[in-house]
């Protein structure tokens, strides 16, 4: 168990709409990340918090945001979307900031599919 | 882009033995690598990692070989036991970029025949 715990496991839902995806890190990590994983794309780095704040953005569309809390759980939200946005959603955490010998922690994850 | 690539998408190897699994990246400026196990059902979770100035780090029965001549990277896992079987990805980062911005490759299915 990483200590990661992201809800609900599952998630189907219709295009056009919208969802939250919730994800609380592990005791005492900062930064928490999201990815996406998809069959055609794999693993992709959606965007980085830390404390609160929004520190890095990879390949994340405009549809999608992103925001961490006073009490450092995480929301990640799916707007209008899209039958291409079924995939699965991680939420990973990190004890540092910029640390690389601070490894990833990432959760089992949240299957979305739209139908 | 440039991304992190895999030669094998599977591997099937006999318990006990030996397993190489393999990771050709092709950024020069990455300055971390990281190998990541995922199980069925699970994210991926972290197995041993590397900084670009090392050759080779050991871990449990586990070791990366980092090859920045070629841009090559791999793990060997000793005495592969059923518990291995899952998929294997190698990821990297970008230096100076952020530490979560991990580049991951497509990933290798390693099975574990008992």
């Known amino acids: 168990d990483s200590g990661v715990t992201q809800t609900p496991k599952h998630l189907i839902t219709a295009t056009g709409q919208r969802v939250t995806l919730r994800c609380s890190p592990r005791?005492?990590?900062?930064?928490v990340y999201w990815y996406q994983q998809s069959l055609d794309q794999g693993l992709q780095f959606l965007i980085q918090?830390?404390?609160?704040?929004?520190?890095a953005k990879g390949n994340i569309l405009e549809r999608f945001s992103a925001q961490q809390f006073p009490d450092l759980h995480s929301e990640l939200n799916l707007s209008s979307l899209e039958l291409g946005d079924s995939a699965l959603y991680f939420c990973?955490?990190?004890?540092?900031?910029?640390?690389?010998?601070?490894?990833?922690?990432f959760g089992n994850g949240t299957r979305l599919t739209v139908t | 882009g440039e991304s992190v690539g895999l030669h094998l998408p599977t591997l099937s190897v006999q318990e006990g033995d030996n397993s190489i699994i393999n990771c050709a990246y092709s950024n020069s400026a990455s300055d971390y690598f990281i190998w990541y196990k995922q199980e069925s059902g699970k994210g991926p979770q972290f197995i041993i990692d590397i900084r670009s100035n090392m050759d080779k780090r050991q871990g449990q029965r586990v070791t990366v070989l980092l090859n920045k001549t070629v841009k090559h990277l791999s793990l060997q896992i000793a005495a592969t036991q059923p518990g291995d079987s899952a998929v294997y990805f190698c990821a990297e980062n970008l230096y100076g970029g952020s530490q979560g911005n991990l580049i991951f490759g497509k990933g290798t299915k390693l099975s574990v025949k008992p």
């Open positions: 005791s005492g990590d900062l930064s």
């Open positions: 918090y830390y404390n609160g704040e929004e520190r």
């Open positions: 990973a955490s990190s004890a540092h900031l910029d640390r690389k010998d601070s490894p990833l922690h």
